[in-house]
């Protein structure tokens, strides 16, 4: 084999498709000229796509991986602003499981080198028959890129430079004993090995898991606590409402009574005017009498009859606002109970949906990392960034504002006796949602949980 031809490390791009196999493999010089625009992938149009960076050595074992998400528009053109150092992360990656040769270096969402590329990564799964890493390993056994493959044939020992020994000396109990030893000792350490491995695999699912239930637990308590929020301004708009009511009805008996009491007051003067009209004739006065009795008596029978029906109206209204505070209590209940069942969900169904989201403008926030901003959202960030990059890490505002002091200056914020500041270096928190006031932002010291114990 000459020198032009001499098998070496080869970087390699493999795409995976939605049902988990892998759909298309390219060399990285392929791949660069994808991203300078050189050639398109139309079958990806308008797609996100799981993309695994890998580095094969010479005996095509897989040494590095970094698993990363890239982005194509309508004509199959990929990210023109995709700038991830997929080298870089590979040198710095971590430990991950053994593929043959050894444990790889594995840069994913949950094992990230560098912070801010960690939102741009995802997580492999690592179930049993459909474990990404098994199908990157046997990709790379069947190369299909036509890769140049160590020859081993030459390390073999030619057949004219064996000698044999002499008969007597073809048993030696002791040697025997010894090659047994070390077959037996390497045996254990290869099932050591082996499970060291599969630990480290299983912690590396376990975190995955763990961060995903995570954010869906916080995305859950800030849905439920908006819906709350919104369940108590619809019962003030109904107390206000039912308030308004009484006092409509109160301000409807009023008015019945100073009706009534006009009714009175022209009744009084409609008898004296029969009292002046008896001086005139007594048939004509009973006659009148008569009829004006008639008509005040229909005239007050009208005005009650509608008043009363006013009345019955604004109770039925009255009942049916109290009908309806008590559905929106059991509506409340309701979404508590369905909270606290969503809350013991799997946290799987969020990463099918972040799967399918589109990427419109990238912006950096620290603990957010690169957020993708849909452009429906594009009006609610410029109005507040601040709360919109709290949402997208599921805490408050304040608690973000509060995170971000601690963020940029990772110092114990207790006041000392004298007055002044602690000021003592602590640990960074780099979770907006790990961060608490009082614990987080002090030294051991100063933590409000020392303080509990020591006042215990």
């Known amino acids: ?31 660069e000229a994808l991203l300078d625009g050189i050639v398109n992938m139309p079958e990806f149009a308008d797609q996100q796509m799981r993309v695994a960076y890998v580095l094969i050595n010479p005996r095509l074992l897989i040494k590095s991986v970094v698993f990363f998400y890239l982005d194509f528009d309508e004509k ?6 995709w700038n991830i150092p997929l080298q870089h992360l590979a040198e710095r990656a971590g430990r991950g499981p053994d593929l043959g040769a050894g444990p790889i270096r594995l840069a994913c969402r949950s094992q990230c080198p560098v912070s801010w590329h960690q939102m741009h990564l995802w997580d492999p799964n690592l179930a049993p028959g459909k474990n990404d890493l098994v199908l990157l390993r046997d990709a790379a056994k069947r190369n299909v ?13 030619a057949p004219e430079r064996l000698q044999m020994a002499s008969e007597d000396k073809w048993y030696a109990p002791d040697a025997a004993q010894e090659v047994a030893d070390i077959v037996t000792e390497k045996q254990d350490r290869e099932q050591r090995q082996k499970a ?35 369940l108590q301004a619809q019962i003030h708009g109904l107390h206000q409402a039912l308030q308004q009511q009484e006092a409509l009805n109160a301000s409807l008996k009023e008015q019945l009574a100073a009706q009534a009491a006009s009714f009175q007051t022209s009744r009084e003067e409609m008898t004296e005017q029969l009292r002046a ?61 369905e ?16 799967a399918k989201l589109g990427v419109v403008f990238v912006v950096y926030h620290p603990g957010a990392g690169h957020l993708t901003i849909a452009l429906q959202d594009i009006a609610r960030y410029q109005d507040n960034p601040m709360a919109y ?56 010291r100063h933590k409000a949980s020392s303080r509990l114990r020591t006042v215990s």
């Open 1 to 31: 084999m000459s020198m032009q031809n001499k098998a070496q490390m080869v970087e390699a791009v493999m795409f995976f498709s939605e049902r988990g196999g892998i759909c298309k493999e390219m060399l990285f010089p392929e791949f």
């Open 76 to 81: 199959g053109a990929p990210d023109s602003g």
């Open 145 to 157: 890129l036509g890769l140049l493959v160590e020859d081993d044939s030459a390390q073999a020992l």
């Open 196 to 230: 060291a491995q599969l630990i480290k695999q299983q912690r590396l699912r376990i975190t995955s898991l763990t961060q995903a239930h995570e954010e869906e637990l916080a995305k859950l308590k800030q849905l439920n606590e908006a819906q709350s929020k919104n």
């Open 277 to 337: 009209l008896e001086q005139h004739g007594r048939s004509k006065d009973d006659m009148l009498r008569t009829q004006l009795e008639a008509e005040m008596r229909a005239k007050i029978a009208a005005a009650v009859v509608e008043y009363k029906e006013q009345i019955a109206i604004r109770d039925v209204e009255l009942a049916y606002s109290k009908e309806q505070d008590a559905q929106l209590q059991r509506e409340i209940e309701r979404l508590k109970r």
């Open 339 to 354: 909270h606290n069942e969503l809350a013991g969900q799997s946290g799987e169904q969020i990463l099918d949906r972040l």
């Open 389 to 444: 990059v709290a949402a997208k890490c599921f805490v408050s505002e304040a608690q973000y504002s509060q995170w971000l002091q601690h963020y940029q200056q990772p110092s114990c914020e207790a006041k000392l006796p004298n007055g002044e500041r602690c000021a003592i270096p602590i640990d960074r928190i780099d979770t907006p949602s790990r961060f608490t006031l009082g614990e987080s932002n002090c030294c051991a």
